[in-house]
Nanobody, 114 residues
Framework: QVQLVESGGGLVQPGGSLRLSCTAS????????MAWYRQAPGKQRELVAR??????TSYADSVKGRFTISRDAENTVYLQMNSLKPEDTAVYYC?????????WGQGTQVTVSS
C-alpha cells in the first residue's frame, strides 16, 4: 500500500511563499505521474500542478507563473508557491498515479491571510 505524506502548509500573508513537500513510501519512478490538488471550502477539488515520470509539467491557469512543481530523484515531490493570494487558501493534497490505482495524501492546510 502506497502512502503519501504532505508537509509544509501553514499561515502566510498575501504575497508570501510556502513550499509543500510530499514524500511517498515508494520510489517516484514507480508512478506514471504525481500531482498536487487543492480543495477550498464549498468547492470541488481541483488540479493545481502535475509532473510526469519524464518531468513534463502542467499547471492550472490560476497558478501559472507563481507555482512550481518539482521532484527529487527518490521519493519526494515539491510545490513551491510564490506570490500567494487569499484565493489560494485550501487544503492541498498530493496525488500519485500508477494505473489503475490512484493514491492520495491526507492533505495539508494552506491559509493566505493578513
Amino acid at each position: 500500500q502506497v502512502q503519501l505524506v504532505e508537509s509544509g502548509g501553514g499561515l502566510v500573508q498575501p504575497g508570501g511563499s510556502l513550499r509543500l513537500s510530499c514524500t511517498a513510501s515508494s520510489r517516484i519512478r514507480s508512478f506514471s505521474a504525481m500531482a498536487w490538488y487543492r480543495q477550498a471550502p464549498g468547492k470541488q477539488r481541483e488540479l493545481v500542478a502535475r509532473i510526469s515520470t519524464v518531468g513534463f509539467t502542467s499547471y492550472a491557469d490560476s497558478v501559472k507563473g507563481r507555482f512550481t512543481i518539482s521532484r527529487d530523484a527518490e521519493n519526494t515531490v515539491y510545490l513551491q508557491m510564490n506570490s500567494l493570494k487569499p484565493e489560494d487558501t485550501a487544503v492541498y493534497y498530493c496525488n500519485a498515479q500508477s494505473s489503475p490505482s490512484t493514491y492520495w495524501g491526507q492533505g495539508t492546510q494552506v491559509t493566505v491571510s493578513s
